[in-house]
C-alpha cells in the first residue's frame, strides 16, 4: 500500500496505544524527523509517561514542529492524537508554515492493541483506557477531514500497516 506523502508536511499519526505508532515511525523516518510526545514529556518532566506534564510537552513539541517547518523539513508527530483539539494544535502549526497536515491512521483492534500494551514495562493503563482511545478513534475517523487534514490515510490491520510503503510527493 502506497502512502503520498508532500515531500514537505506535516505527518500526525493516529492511533491508539499499541496500535504501533513508535513502530511505524521508526520504521519510516529518522529519529529527529520525528517528535514524540513521549520524547517531550520525559523532556520536560523527566517521565515519559506523567499525563499532567502533557500541556506543556506539547507546547515544546509544536514549538520544535514549528522551527522544522520554517527550515522545510518533513516532520513527524508520534502521539495518539486521538482528541480534535489535540489535532487542531498540529493544523495551526502546519497552516502557520504554509504546510500540508497529512494524517496517517493506524486502526488496529482494540484487543490486539490490548495484548500489546500487557506485555509492555512502560504501559500500565487499564482496559478501559484503551477502549475509551478506541472510541475516540472511531469518532476521529469522520472529523479529520473537516479539522483541515488534506491527506487521510487509514491503515486497517497490522498486515496493511507493515506493508506500507511512504512515496513522496514533489511540490511545485
Ligand atoms: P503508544 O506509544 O503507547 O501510544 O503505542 P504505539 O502506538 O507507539 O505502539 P508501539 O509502536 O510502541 O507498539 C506497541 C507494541 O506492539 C510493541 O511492542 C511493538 O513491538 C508491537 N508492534 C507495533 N507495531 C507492530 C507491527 O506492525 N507488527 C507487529 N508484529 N508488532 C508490532
Ligand atoms: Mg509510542
Known amino acids: 500500500m502506497i502512502i503520498d506523502v508532500p515531500e514537505l508536511s506535516l505527518v500526525a499519526l493516529v492511533g491508539i496505544s499499541g ?26 518532566a523527566d517521565d515519559e509517561n506523567d ?18 517547518l520554517a527550515a522545510g523539513r518533513l516532520t513527524v508527530v508520534d502521539a495518539t492524537n486521538l482528541q480534535s483539539h489535540a489535532r487542531a ?52 475517523l469522520n472529523q479529520l477531514a473537516k479539522e483541515g487534514f488534506r491527506k487521510i490515510h487509514v491503515l486497517r490491520g497490522t498486515e496493511q500497516i507493515e506493508a506500507a510503503e511512504i512515496r513522496y510527493e514533489k511540490l511545485f
Open 19 to 44: 496500535s504501533g505508532k513508535s513502530t511505524f515511525a521508526r520504521t519510516h523516518w529518522k529519529p529527529t524527523q520525528v517528535l514524540s510526545s513521549d520524547f517531550f514529556r520525559g523532556l520536560v
Open 51 to 68: 499525563q499532567s506534564a502533557s500541556s506543556d510537552a506539547f507546547e515544546v513539541l509544536h514549538y520544535v514542529a514549528g522551527k522544522r
Open 89 to 140: 494544535g498540529l493544523v495551526k502549526v502546519a497552516r502557520e508554515h504554509d504546510v500540508l497536515p497529512v494524517a496517517i491512521v493506524l486502526d488496529v483492534p482494540e484487543a490486539l492493541a490490548w495484548e500489546r500494551t500487557q506485555a509492555r514495562e512502560d504501559r500500565t493503563f487499564g482496559r478501559q483506557v484503551l477502549t475509551r482511545m478506541h472510541r475516540d478513534l472511531r469518532r476521529s
